[in-house]
């Protein structure tokens, strides 16, 4: 088992994480982005983290092997404590526990900050993501058919809830 870090992430991250990003807007529709994003693009995006919204990496040997954060789950006052997660890991290190250790971590800073829920938006009910979400105890709380287009065809997206209180 490798020893693996989970830090608060730096601007300085950004080059790594972006790199992953990339990968997953290359071959996944697990994100509906169709375009890969640059450096300058990140790094705005970049700005909305802070406490009640962190971001965090998982870093091994100065590598980053993945990331994970918490946004606004809509822009609406009311869903002020409802957010939702995103986790993004590294090709050679998925299966290795990297996302349960930053899905931890996250959990612990939501429940920190006070947050009500995490919402987790997963498309086609992608397998490794459910089965990481739902061994974190979320449950699927609904989907909506042909949400997104990207590779030729239409993909749902399954909706699954953690309520921290």
């Not at 992953?20 to 450096?39: A, C, G, H, K, M």
């Not at 909305?48 to 789950?73: M, R, S, W």
Request: net charge positive; aromatic share 12%.
């Amino acid at each position: 088992m490798m020893k693996v870090r989970i830090r608060n992430a730096k601007i300085s991250d950004l080059g790594e994480m972006l790199t992953i990003y990339n990968e997953v807007v290359r071959t996944s529709p697990v994100t509906f982005d169709l375009n890969e994003q640059t450096l300058e693009e990140r790094e705005e995006w970049f700005r909305q983290f802070n406490e009640k919204y962190p971001i965090f990496v998982a870093e091994h040997d100065g590598e980053i092997l993945g990331y994970a954060c918490l946004t606004k789950f809509r822009p609406k006052p009311a869903y002020t404590d409802t957010v939702e997660d995103s986790v993004y890991i590294k090709k050679k290190a998925r299966g290795n526990g990297v996302g349960s250790m930053l899905l931890t971590k996250l959990i612990r800073e939501a429940r920190q900050q006070g947050h009500h829920s995490i919402i987790a938006v997963i498309a086609n009910d992608e397998s490794s993501s459910v089965k990481l979400h739902e061994k974190f105890g979320f449950v699927k709380t609904g989907y909506i058919k042909e949400a997104g287009y990207k590779f030729g065809r239409w993909h749902d997206i399954h909706f699954y809830q953690l309520k921290l209180e």
